[in-house]
C-alpha cells in the first residue's frame, strides 16, 4: 500500500493546495510536498526489488486487485516499483518540491491554483511510473496533459494560448495514435491475454504465441510492425525526437520557469520511460529490425538539437533545443540493446531531468532580475549576480559531460554501451557522430555564457540588478549536489537500473 499512500498524500495535498488562501498557499504547497518527496526516498532507501517488472521480476511494493472489466478484459489497480522506475519516481518528488520553492518570487497571481497544479502533475507523474495495467497507465499519462496546459496557457508569456494549444495538440494526438494501436494490439494477442497488465501482455508477445489474429485486415505479423511504429511515433512527440520537436521550443519559451523544469526534468522522461517499457522490452524483434533508422533518428536529434540551439539568442530557446540533443542520446542508448547502453540511456533520464531544472532555474532566476532572456540584452551578469551565475556556469559544465558530474558518466555509459552494440550495425559510425555533439554543446554554451555572463556590465533594461533570494538559489545547490553525488557514485542507481536491465536484454538478444 505505499505507493497508494504516495499517490493519496500527493492528490489529497493538491486539493488542499487549490482550497487554501494565496498568501499561504506557496508556503503550504513546499511544506505538503516534503511528504511524497520523504516518503519517495524512505521507498528508495528500503527498495527489495530485483529483475524486471514486466519480465517476471520481484516487484517492490506491487498491490494489484480487479478494478472493473470490459467484457473478456480486466482493468486492474496495478501498481509496482523496480529498478527503472523507483529512480524517477524520487526524481519526480524532488524536483516537484523544488520547483515549488522556486515559483515563490515570479508567481504572484492565483498561487492557490498554480500550486495545486503542481502537486497534480506530481501524483499523476507518480502513478505514470508505478501504473503497470494499461488502462490505468494511460489515465495518469493523459491526466498530466491537462495542468501542464494549464501552467502554460495561464501563468506563460505573451504568446502562451499558441504555445499551450500546441503542446495539447502535438501530445493528445499522439497519445490517440498510441493508445489506439495498442489496443489493437491486445485484440490481436487473442485467448493469451485476459486483462490489460503490462507483464501479461509482455509474456503474450515474448514468450507466448505473440499476435495471433488480425486486426481490420491486417495480417498478425504486420499488425505487430505497425503497432511497433506507432506505439514508437506516439511517444517520440512526447520525448521529442526529431521531427516532432517544434512544440518543445514554443512550450518552454512561453511557460514560467517552474513549468519549465517539470516539463524538461519529467515530463520529457515519460516518453523515454514508455519506448523503454513498451517499445524495446515487448517488441525485441522489431527493435532489430529497424535498429538503424532509430538510430539515425537519434543522431539526427542529437546534431540537430545542438546545432538549432547554437543559432538561438534566448537562453530558455537555448536550453530547451539541448533536450531534444540530450533526449537523443537516450534513444541512441536504448537502441543499442547492451547493459551499459539500456543502463546509459535511464541513467541519462535522471541526469538529464536534474541538470535541465537546474539550467532552467538558473535562467529563471536571471529572469526574475533582469526581466530579458536574450543574450544580446546583457553582459558582465556574474559581477551582480555571482552566485546564480556561478551555479549556471556549473550546470552548463554538466550539460558539457565534465568528468565528476552525473552527464559524464551517463554520456560515457551511453557511448560505452552503443559503441560495442552487437545489435546495431555500424555502431562505432553512429557513436562517432553523436559524441560531435558534445563539441556543438560546449560550443553554444560557451559562447552564450561568454556573451551573457562575463566582461563589463551592460543591461538594455532599466531594471536594478542584485543577488538574488536565497530562496531561489537554494533549490540550484540542491539540484548541483546531486548532479556532483551521482557523477561521483553513479552506482547509488546504476547498479539498481542494470538489475532491471538485464532482463530486457536477455529477452532481445543484447549482448
Known amino acids: 500500500m505505499m505507493i497508494e499512500i504516495l499517490l493519496a498524500v500527493t492528490f489529497v495535498g493538491a486539493l488542499a493546495t487549490f482550497l487554501a488562501p494565496n498568501r499561504y498557499a506557496g508556503k503550504l504547497a513546499f511544506l505538503i510536498s516534503l511528504l511524497p518527496a520523504g516518503l519517495s526516498l524512505w521507498l528508495f532507501a528500503a527498495f527489495d526489488g530485483s529483475g524486471n517488472a514486466l519480465l517476471g521480476g520481484e516487484l ?6 480487479e478494478w472493473i ?6 482493468v486492474d489497480w496495478f501498481v509496482g516499483l523496480d529498478g527503472i522506475s523507483l529512480p524517477l519516481v524520487v526524481l519526480t518528488t524532488i524536483l516537484c518540491t523544488l520547483a515549488i520553492v522556486s515559483s515563490w518570487t515570479p508567481i504572484e497571481d492565483r498561487e492557490s491554483q498554480f500550486y495545486g497544479l503542481i502537486l497534480f502533475i506530481e501524483a499523476n507523474l507518480i502513478g505514470v511510473f508505478s501504473a503497470l495495467d494499461f488502462f490505468l497507465w494511460f489515465i495518469f499519462w493523459e491526466a498530466v496533459l491537462i495542468p501542464m ?37 491486445v485484440f490481436g494477442l487473442g485467448p493469451d491475454v485476459s486483462s490489460f497488465a503490462l507483464p501479461e501482455i509482455a509474456d503474450a508477445l515474448i514468450d507466448g504465441a505473440g499476435v495471433q489474429s488480425g486486426v481490420l485486415g491486417v495480417a498478425p505479423s504486420t499488425l505487430t510492425s505497425l503497432v511497433f511504429l506507432a506505439t514508437f511515433a506516439g511517444f517520440a512527440v512526447k520525448v521529442p525526437v526529431v521531427p516532432f520537436h517544434t512544440w518543445l521550443p514554443d512550450a518552454h519559451v512561453e511557460a514560467p520557469t ?6 524538461a526534468g519529467v515530463l520529457l522522461k515519460m516518453g523515454t520511460y514508455a519506448l523503454l517499457r513498451f517499445n524495446f522490452t515487448m517488441f525485441p524483434d ?107 556556469i556549473a550546470g552548463s559544465f554538466a550539460y558539457m559531460g565534465l568528468p565528476l558530474m552525473s552527464g559524464f558518466a551517463a554520456e560515457y555509459f551511453i557511448f560505452f554501451g552503443s559503441f560495442g552494440s552487437a545489435l546495431l550495425e555500424y555502431a562505432p559510425v553512429f557513436t562517432g557522430a553523436a559524441m560531435f555533439g558534445i563539441v556543438i554543446v560546449a560550443g553554444y554554451l560557451l559562447f552564450a555564457l561568454q556573451r551573457a555572463i562575463f566582461g563589463p556590465y551592460r543591461l538594455e533594461t532599466d531594471y536594478e540588478v542584485g543577488r538574488a533570494p536565497l530562496h531561489d538559489v537554494a533549490p540550484m545547490f540542491v539540484l548541483l549536489a546531486l548532479i556532483v553525488a551521482l557523477g561521483v557514485a553513479p552506482d547509488l542507481i546504476f547498479e539498481m537500473i542494470t538489475d532491471a536491465v538485464n532482463p530486457i536484454l536477455e529477452n532481445g538478444g543484447g549482448a
Open 286 to 392: 522489431q527493435v532489430s529490425a529497424y535498429a538503424v533508422p532509430i538510430a539515425a533518428i537519434a543522431v539526427i536529434s542529437v546534431i540537430y538539437g545542438a546545432m538549432l540551439a547554437l543559432a538561438q539568442t534566448d537562453l530558455k530557446r537555448i536550453v530547451a533545443y539541448s533536450s531534444v540533443s540530450s533526449m537523443g542520446y537516450v534513444i541512441l542508448g536504448l537502441v543499442a540493446y547492451t547493459e551499459f547502453g539500456v543502463g546509459g540511456a535511464t541513467f541519462q533520464m535522471v541526469s538529464h531531468g536534474l541538470v535541465s531544472g537546474l539550467m532552467f532555474m538558473a535562467v529563471g532566476v536571471i529572469y526574475n532580475a533582469t526581466h530579458t532572456r536574450m543574450v544580446t540584452d546583457m553582459s558582465g551578469m556574474a559581477d551582480r549576480m555571482p552566485i546564480a551565475v556561478g551555479v549556471l
Open 60 to 65: 517492490a511494493y506491487e498491490s494489484r486487485f
Open 258 to 263: 517552474p513549468a519549465s523544469v517539470l516539463l
Open 149 to 185: 496546459y494549464l501552467l502554460i496557457g495561464v501563468w506563460g508569456g505573451p504568446r502562451r494560448k499558441y504555445a499551450a494549444i500546441k503542446f495539447f495538440v502535438y501530445t493528445n494526438v499522439a497519445s490517440l495514435v498510441m493508445f489506439g494501436s495498442f489496443i489493437a494490439l
Open 69 to 74: 472489466r470490459l467484457g473478456q478484459y480486466s
